[in-house]
Every structure is written in C-alpha cells, then in structure tokens.
C-alpha cells in the first residue's frame, strides 16, 4: 500500500520505490550500509577502487530490484583502465555480490597523477547490463560505450539507447565512522519520466531498434529526447542531490524525498530488503572442476595433495580430495 513521503521509517540495505504523479515520475532510493560495507571490506580494494565498486553496487541494485521475475541482473565492464573488469551480479529478489580487477601499475599510476574519478580508472571500454531469466531465449543485454565518463552517465546512455526512458540517476559512495572505524556505505537515487497524458507523448525521432516491443517511444529536443516542463523539473530536482543526503544514516530515504518532491505529493511504497549473499556452494564448484579434464585437474593439485577454489565474489575457500572429483566424473560418464 502506498503512504505519503516522509511518513514511514527508513532502512538500511533496501530500495524505496516511489512515484510522483504530478509529474509522471516514478523512481527508486537505494540506502547500502552493512552488505556494502561486508564486500569492501572483505575485499580490502584500495580506497579509490571501493569507491567504484560501491557505485556499480548501488547502480546495480537500483535496476536489479526493478526485475518482476525470478532472474538475474548483472552489470559487467571492460575497459583498459586501472580497473579492467568489474562485476556486480544480483539475484533477483534481493541478494547481490560484486568483484573488481586490478591493474597494479595502472593504478600506481592514476594515484601519482591524482587521475582518480571513475572515469578516470575504468578508462575506456564497455558496460553491458545483462538481464536472465534462466535461458537464452530470455537473455537480454544492452551495452554501451565507456570513454571515460562515469557510471551515472553510462547510465543515462543505456536509457537513452536501449529503452528510450528519460532516466536520471545520481551515485554516492562513502565511509562513516563508528564504533572506532569507518564503515562504508552506498546510496543512490533514479527517476523515470514516464508520461501517460497524450499532451506529454512525442514522436520518435530515431527508433531505437532494440526497445521493448510495444513501449511508446518519447523524443524531443533535449538530452534525454523529451521537451516536456514537468521532466525538465523533476531532473532539476535531482540534479540538486548531494552525496552526504544518498550517504546520512540518519536522513531516511523518505525525509529525502520529501524535501525533492513535497509541493508535488510523492508517494512512497514498500522497501524492498537486499542483502550481499554469494551463489556459490561446494555443489557449484565441485561441477566447475569435473568440467576440466583430468590433466588440468591433475595440474591443479595443489602440495596437500588437494583441489583448492576460492570464489572471487565471496573469498570462501573451497577444498576438494582427488578422488571426490573423479568418483563423480565416473558417475556420470
């Protein structure tokens, strides 16, 4: 059921979808605090590459908790920066897990030159944003380029090129100290013009080519394709979002909202919980390591005489004896 902004309290680890009739708006706030703050500090990236990471996270977990199905939302990059491939995988309803790679000397490098935007690391490559609801037949993936921009932005192209939504996005990611140290924390926030009046429908100027069959498609004179007095005031209103409102533990996300949307009447709805929970298992990896072929597998003992995997999501050091992986390749054989 719905509620007025403001009126219910605030969660940690959730998104807060939300809607602005007045100005056919809909959107969603996402607050991480302790899932972020267990993936960063597991990992132990250095600071400037936590920072990236929690963004992908908060970007991923905005778009991820929009899936109306059992399925998985994933947005992957490749680039030629200081963080050559990033990963942020969600499990749709709730759990999420997330990696980076590291190029050393490129990150040596971007510290020294004090070159430490996003951009700045991911350098230039692609993101794709994959969405799976279990087969092929139901994959969908939308890519766009990487030149340095950062992932708000990348973002906004996805929209623009992908489903022809004018889409604003902001990302802020941050540590607060308490208890003696700092815990990391992510936020974010994303709006949606989605007019149903005939007065605020455009015509398509370019057809996008891979939008949804049957979306009416929005187009127009500005950067999102859309010349319309009420997108124009909802994307002003966000633009004036600051990171310590998308970070404050104690500003809950309704009191935000409220400030950005009262005079319009936002509408708030249930939160929806998300956690940071790895899909790997011993079942998983066991079936991984009789893909390979024995020789591999022979390589891959390790002085203990046994098959070790550890996950690069979760850390979780798996441990396998010889003979556990070939009884189970004799058995299917």
């Given amino acids: 059921m719905a509620a007025d902004a403001g009126a219910a309290a605030g969660h940690d680890d959730a998104v807060l979808p939300f ?42 977990v905005l778009l991820g908790t929009a899936l109306k199905f059992e399925g998985r939302f994933q947005l992957q990059t490749k680039s030629d920066g200081a963080i050559p491939m990033m990963v942020v995988d969600f499990s749709a309803p709730d759990a999420y897990r997330a990696v980076v790679q590291i190029d050393q000397a490129k990150l040596v490098e971007a510290m020294a030159l004090d070159r430490l935007s996003t951009g700045d690391l991911l350098g230039e490559g692609h993101l794709a944003m994959t969405i799976d609801q279990g087969s092929v037949a139901t994959r969908y993936q939308g890519i766009v380029p990487l030149t340095r921009q950062g992932l708000e932005e990348a973002a906004h192209q996805y929209f623009r090129q992908s489903e022809q939504i004018p889409t604003r996005v902001r990302l802020a990611v941050g540590t607060v100290t308490t208890g003696g140290r700092g815990h990391w924390r ?127 999501f979760c850390s979780r050091r798996y441990s396998f004896e010889p003979a556990e992986v070939e009884d189970g390749q004799a058995a299917g054989s």
Avoid: K, N
């Fill in 19 to 60: 809607a602005v009739p007045d100005l056919d708006l809909r959107g969603r706030v996402v607050r991480l605090g302790p899932s972020i703050d267990a993936i960063l500090d597991r990992h132990g990236y250095p600071v400037p590459v936590s920072r990236v990471l929690g963004e992908a996270c908060a970007l991923t």
């Fill in 186 to 312: 992510a936020g974010g926030i994303l709006v949606q013009f989605m007019p149903h009046s005939v007065d605020r429908l455009r015509a398509a100027d370019i057809h996008p080519g891979d939008a949804p069959e049957g979306h009416r498609i929005l187009a127009g004179g500005d950067a999102d394709g859309v010349e319309d007095d009420a997108w124009t005031e909802a994307r002003s209103l966000v633009e004036t979002v600051e990171d310590h409102e998308l970070l404050d533990p104690t500003l809950e996300s309704e009191r935000l909202l409220y400030r950005l949307f009262h005079e319009r009447g936002a509408r708030v709805f249930e939160p929806v919980p998300v956690r940071e929970a790895c899909r790997c298992s011993r079942e998983r990896v066991l079936g991984m390591l009789r893909g390979f072929s024995a020789e591999d597998r022979r390589a891959m003992i390790a002085d203990d005489g046994r098959l070790g995997v550890t996950c690069e």
